[in-house]
Every structure is written in C-alpha cells, then in structure tokens.
C-alpha cells in the first residue's frame, strides 16, 4: 500500500513538472537563431529542443547498437561457455546417478568427460573421489579428498571421505585425527558422532586408548547416550583386567554407576561384591537394576549368593526380588525356576501359566514337562504331552541382534554377526523384548561404504 503510493506521487510530480514546462512555452514562446558557415536558421525554441533531445537519443541507439556488435564475439564464448558448463553438470549428476546405483566403473567414465568440461566444479572433486572409493582406488580417492580438504568450501566433504578411507583401512588413529577435525567443524552431526563413538570403540578393542582425541564429544550428545557410550568404553576395559579383581571392580563400578540398568554390568559387579564379603551390597546393586530391567540373569546371581540356604528359603528370598517388579514376565520365569529347585511343584504352575499364553516356546514347555514328570512319576502322560508342545515350539530366548537378527550366546558390546554397536538386546517369550538400557547408543553400520 505505501509503495504504490509512492509511485503515484513520484508519477504525479513527473506529470506536474513536464505540464509546467509546456506552459511555460506556450507563454513564453521565444526564437532560437543559429549563425555557422554563411547559414543561418531561425526556429521556435521549443522546436529547437526537440530537435536537440531527438539527436541525442538516435545517437544513444547508434552508440547502444555498435556495443552490442562489439560484444558479439564476447557474448558467443559465453554462450559456448555455458553449454559446455550445463553438459558438465549434466555429466556430474548422472555419474552420482551411476554411485547411487552402485556402478562406480560408470560413474568414473562420467567423471573424466567432465572433467574436461568443468575442471575447476566445487563438486567434481567431491564426486569424483567417491567413484573412486567406490571402486577401490584408494590411491586417486584421497588425492581427491584432500583436495577437497584444503579448500575452507569443502574441508567437511574432504574430511568425510578421508575418515572413510582411514576406517576403511583400519588406521584407527588416522582416524582419530580426521575426526577430532570434523567434530571441530560439525560436532552436532550424527555422522560425525556415530563415527566418532565407533571409533573410540576400535581404538579400545585394539588396545590404544590413549590416542582418543574426541572427548569433548560428549558434551554435545544427549546426556543418556553420553554416559552409555562411555559405560561402554568401560566395560572394555574392564573384560581386558578379569585377572586384575581391584581394578576390574573399580571399571564397573564406573560403568555401573553411569548405566545402573544395564544387567551385564550389574551381574558383575554384584559378584565381585559377593566374593569381597558384601553381600548386602551386591543384593542392592541387583535390586536398583531389577527396578529397571528386570531379567533372569539378575535372579542367578541373587541366587549365587544363597547357595548355603536351603531351596525353599531361596524361593522366599527370590519373592523380595520379584516383588521390585511383579508384572514382569521375567519376574514369572525366575519364580517358577526356583520353585521348581524348592519342589513347590503347585507354585511352578502358576508362574508359568501366564507365560504360557504369550504363546508355546521350549524353555517354557520343557519346564513344564519336568514339573510333570517330578510331580507324578507315575503318569507319564502329562510329561509326554508338555515334550511333545516343546518339539514344535520355538526357542526364542536369548540375546537377539536388533540389526542383523542374529542370535548371539550371551551379552556383547558388539554384534558377533554384523558388528554392530549397542544393538543386542534379550528377547523372552514370544512378543516380548526388553529393551534395557544399554541400548541408549547410538546404532553404528559396519559398512565403511556409504556417503
């Protein structure tokens, strides 16, 4: 609204102006005389400025019109110029094209047409260094990428490629330093940080924890996944001084207290207390974790600590435990276990009944086979029965991988199968999983390959 008006009064200002020069004239005619050569010319002033004013445009358009002959050559070489620009572009999107579709031997023929046609492309670098990864050219692969490094533009994509080329090699403190690098430039990039936390990771399992740099990370991870990813580290450590019983307490200690629910943790720390005497410490750390994630590794190491206690005061002391989560199937399974040690063969059947309607698996039916059997010796029948269902039912207990779904025969930082990080977790009976919480990390791909 306030700029039309404007226009409207810059227009009316313009029209005034002009009306009052033509009345102007119309008032004060005048002559205008001119004396060159032995000529002579007499006319109206008016006339005589629009004469002036209509040379001066013709010799405006004349000026205007050999410009633009001048520039003709000029304007064709960057005509030729921006075709060959468009047909560079073109060949850089279809040799990413070719990357996408995994056909690095295509997208490396795209590249070199292009690379005569736009050389100096802020983007050829980057594409032709992954084409070059892609198909195992190292070599050219990281001149390209530290090509792209040097230039303040590219530094992140240069950084990138070489982080992948380091771990693709397996040079975890080249890594290391690339790393340190881009978490400088993107410390909140999820790449980055999932990068950066596998590789503390390797660095760990190869034994150079020294040479972590990346520390600082942690304080721009969301609080859970900082204090898991570092329990993990810890963790580590601490497989690596089983035959140091001080120092591989205080490690999981130190994990422990980042990550209380994580049962590994919690089991063995338990155990170490246990074997120092402190047994009211060991049922405690079990009782804080049982609140969290309840699980059927947590009752074995609560009853490690009563072997000198008779079955049924066992199952009375278990009772305190299942209590700090009585819902839980695995509160059920653990019951029924340590009636079955007690021979209270009636308190076995009524802990396994809820899990039973979940659905049939082997553990579950075999139990109730061998209650059965124990209860009547003299009718097999029953026992057959429950042998027979647990024939046909799975075995869905166990440490189950969330990436690749592989079974895995107890607890690992690491996937035995796909090697990826942070991503077991316990499945019982059928439908049921419990997420504890050492699965807060962040989940890390092993393929060293993606962009």
């Not at 046609?117 to 050219?137: R, T, W």
């Not at 992948?164 to 400088?184: C, M, R």
């Not at 980055?192 to 590789?199: A, G, I, P, T």
């Not at 207990?397 to 107890?410: L, R």
Request: glycine letters at 4%.
């Amino acid at each position: 609204m306030t700029a039309g008006w404007l226009y409207g009064t810059r227009f009316f200002l313009q029209l005034s102006l002009v009306c009052c020069i033509g009345i102007l004239f119309v008032l004060f005619p005048g002559d205008a005389s001119l004396r060159w050569l032995g000529f002579s010319l007499e006319m109206p002033i008016a006339v005589m400025l629009a004469v002036f004013f209509a040379t001066m445009a013709c010799l405006i358009l004349l000026h205007h019109f050999w410009r633009k002959l001048l520039d003709i050559p000029k304007r064709r070489n960057e005509y030729v110029q921006r075709k060959k620009y468009l047909r560079g572009e073109d060949l850089l999107l279809e040799s990413l094209t070719a990357i996408v579709a995994q056909q690095p031997e295509e997208a490396q023929g795209a590249i070199k047409s292009a690379e005569s046609l736009i050389p100096d492309h802020n983007l050829f670098s980057f594409v032709a260094g992954q084409a070059a990864f892609m198909a195992k050219d190292f070599e050219n692969a990281e001149i390209y990428f530290k090509q792209l490094e040097q230039n303040d533009k590219t530094k992140f994509f240069g950084l990138h490629g070489l982080i992948l080329l380091a771990l693709n090699q397996k040079d975890w403190i080249y890594a290391e330093t690339l790393l340190q690098k881009a978490v400088a430039l993107r410390p909140d990039s999820p790449w980055v940080q999932q990068k950066v936390l596998k590789n503390q990771l390797n660095l760990i399992l190869s034994g150079q924890e020294s040479q972590i740099q990346t520390k600082n990370l942690y304080r721009f991870l969301p609080k859970e996944k900082a204090n898991a990813h570092q329990a993990m580290l810890l963790w580590l450590k601490a497989e690596r001084q089983k035959y140091d019983p001080a120092l591989f307490h205080d490690l999981c200690q130190q994990a422990y207290d980042l990550v209380p629910g994580n049962v590994i943790f919690a089991v063995k720390l338990s155990e170490s207390y246990h074997r120092r005497g402190d047994t009211k410490k060991a049922q405690k750390i079990i009782g804080v974790t049982y609140k969290i994630s309840p699980h059927r590794l947590l009752g074995d190491a609560w009853s490690g600590m009563l072997l000198d206690v008779k079955p049924v005061e066992q199952y009375r002391s278990l009772e305190s435990l299942s209590q700090l989560n009585p819902s839980h199937p695995e509160s059920s399974w653990i019951m029924a276990v340590a009636a079955v040690r007690a021979h209270l063969w009636g308190q076995a059947k009524s802990h396994l009944t809820p899990l039973l309607e979940y659905g049939d698996s082997q553990l579950i039916c075999n139990l109730m086979a061998e209650i059965e059997e124990k209860q009547f010796p003299d009718a097999p029948e029953a026992s057959r029965l429950w042998l027979k269902r647990a024939s046909k039912a799975p075995h869905t207990e166990g440490w189950y991988c969330k990436a690749c779904h592989t079974k895995a025969d107890d607890w690992k930082v690491l996937c035995p199968a796909c090697n990826h990080m942070g991503t077991l977790e316990w499945q019982t009976i059928p439908g049921i999983n419990i997420e504890p919480e050492q699965q807060l990390l962040l989940q890390t791909d092993s393929s060293l390959s993606e962009f």
